[in-house]
């Protein structure tokens, strides 16, 4: 929040931003400028109160079920998207840290880029893949962790070319996004002198700089352990329930489905190579959350079908609800 008003407009933030960078707050200097300039847009309506842009973060963020659910009634249909749906809005992750960080209100770029992507590959629709490649871009903005969810793409690129049928799709994919996400940082380069490849190398130093001091005044295992935490934190935020539900479709041999969740399995594990961070899963890898909880939405949704009951899924939501209390109550999540 302190951050807001750096530059004296957004266009302002966007060209000094490295000359401001060393006086951004912890946060801000270890991504680009997309964060504030979110926050400066909000805070035109709510103001630059800490609650009023937390209410205005909560309400933003919310608008993610839109494209999540498009994306998962595209892949499953009507009944396993609005099941997907309840646990995304379960997720402890989603709960505990939507109204302390602003990392939710990444999630509707994420999501509308995986919605317009899939739309796309599985269309052969120039006019989605272009706009994809305008919301992909526009995560890079955010976040240069967001640009991991391109390893998705290319899995998914991948699995694509091995059908005949589809590959003309993969193709006009892969065109309509490289040529929109390149003339999207041409503009901003265009309108603000904004340089990417400049900012991502000060992101990085920072990043390193933090990790040293890290490691100076609260020590912390080495990288190579939390290629092993990372995924247990994000697994236990992402709802004990959902995440063995998602593990088993991932690796259930009668799926009919079952190329489409080998590939979010790769991806996610090409995720917890490329989270860098020693820690902090359980809110700054709130990404990831899509790729756990729609392999657990499609198992549920099979459950409940099969057995003529909702049963499963009430329960389900109900332990995610007890989950939520708990790891409030006796982990004090709030920051």
């Given at each position: 929040i302190s951050?807001?008003?750096?530059?004296?407009s957004i266009r302002?933030?966007?060209s000094d931003y490295e000359k401001y960078h060393d006086y951004l707050s912890m946060h801000s200097k270890v991504h680009p400028p997309g964060p504030i300039a979110i926050l400066w847009i909000m805070s035109f309506v709510v103001g630059r109160t800490a609650l009023g842009l937390s209410l205005a973060t909560m309400a933003f963020g919310s608008l993610s079920v839109i494209p999540f659910y498009l994306w998962v009634r595209d892949l499953f249909g009507f009944r396993a998207a609005i099941q997907s749906t309840l646990l995304y809005i379960f997720v402890p992750t989603i709960v505990l840290f939507t109204a302390t960080s602003a990392d939710i209100a990444f999630m509707p770029f994420v999501l509308t880029t995986l919605f317009l992507f899939w739309r796309s590959i599985t269309r052969g629709s120039l006019r989605y893949a272009l706009a994809a490649g305008v919301t992909y871009a526009l995560c890079s903005f955010i976040s240069f962790s967001l640009v991991g969810i391109g390893s998705f793409f290319?899995?998914?690129g991948i699995w694509k070319l091995t059908d005949h049928a589809s590959r003309a799709q993969v193709v006009v994919t892969a065109i309509g996004m490289i040529i929109t996400v390149l003339l999207t940082h041409c503009l901003i380069w265009l309108w603000s002198g904004f340089n990417i490849f400049r900012v991502f190398e000060l992101c990085r130093q920072q990043f390193v700089t933090d990790q040293i001091n890290l490691d100076m005044y609260d020590p912390r295992y080495p990288s190579w352990v939390f290629r092993i935490l990372n995924p247990l934190c994000w697994f236990y935020f992402a709802?004990?329930?959902?995440?063995?539900l998602a593990l088993k479709q991932i690796f259930s041999r009668e799926s009919d489905h079952r190329a489409f969740f080998i590939v979010?399995?790769?991806?996610?594990?090409?995720?917890?190579i490329l989270y860098l961070a020693r820690g902090e899963g359980e809110r700054s890898a709130m990404?990831?959350?899509?790729?756990v909880v729609i392999p657990a939405g499609c198992y549920l949704t099979d459950t409940t079908q099969r057995s003529g009951s909702m049963q499963p899924l009430t329960v389900t939501l109900l332990f995610l609800a007890l989950q939520c209390w708990f790891t409030e109550s006796v982990l004090y999540t709030y920051w």
């Open positions: 951050d807001i008003g750096v530059g004296g302002g933030l966007f290319g899995f998914v709802g004990i329930p959902i995440s063995v979010i399995g790769i991806t996610l594990v090409a995720f917890d990404y990831i959350i899509p790729f």
